[in-house]
């Protein structure tokens, strides 16, 4: 008899969740009701744009990803269990909202500023839990 396998978790439940496609991430934000602007993430005191406290403010989810500011190889980790070399990259997730974030790219000559890039999942199964990974969005372009 096999033991049921436990439902990998986010490793950072407030900020994503696996969409419904079980690859792609689902971002949380929170749109503001005195600008309508978006914070990210949806649990963050006050809004990004006019600074309103946020009470009672809508919660919602969008899919992952964003435009590609910049980018570059990191050759040392900069945290426990990072790979080395990894591309770090900024990716504006929303109007007025750039994020860090981990590039899964074997190296920078695929990637360009200004190109689409989604949030997917990389699985760490010894961990139990999912990270945030982002990949260039366009299928022609091989990570």
């Known amino acids: 008899m096999t033991e049921p396998q436990t439902p990998l978790k986010p490793l950072h439940p407030t ?24 914070s990210f993430p949806a649990n963050v005191p006050g809004c990004a ?9 809508q919660k919602l989810s969008r899919p992952g990803g964003g435009e590609l500011l910049e980018y570059v190889t990191l050759h040392v980790p900069l945290a ?16 007025g909202i750039v994020e860090e974030g981990v590039i899964s790219a074997s190296d920078e000559t695929v990637l360009r500023p200004g190109m689409i890039v989604r949030a997917v999942a990389e699985v760490r199964e010894a961990q139990g ?4 990974r982002f990949m260039p969005a366009d299928p022609k372009v091989t990570p």
Not at 15 to 21: F, G, I, M, N, V
Not at 86 to 91: E, K, Q, R, W
């Open 15 to 38: 900020l994503y969740q696996l969409a419904e496609d079980g690859h792609s991430l689902d971002f949380f934000f929170v749109q503001c009701r005195a600008c309508s602007g978006l």
């Open 49 to 57: 744009h006019c600074g309103d406290p946020l009470v009672d403010a």
């Open 80 to 95: 426990p269990g990072m790979a080395a070399p990894s591309i770090a990259g900024d990716v504006r997730i929303a109007d």
């Open 129 to 132: 839990v999912y990270a945030c």
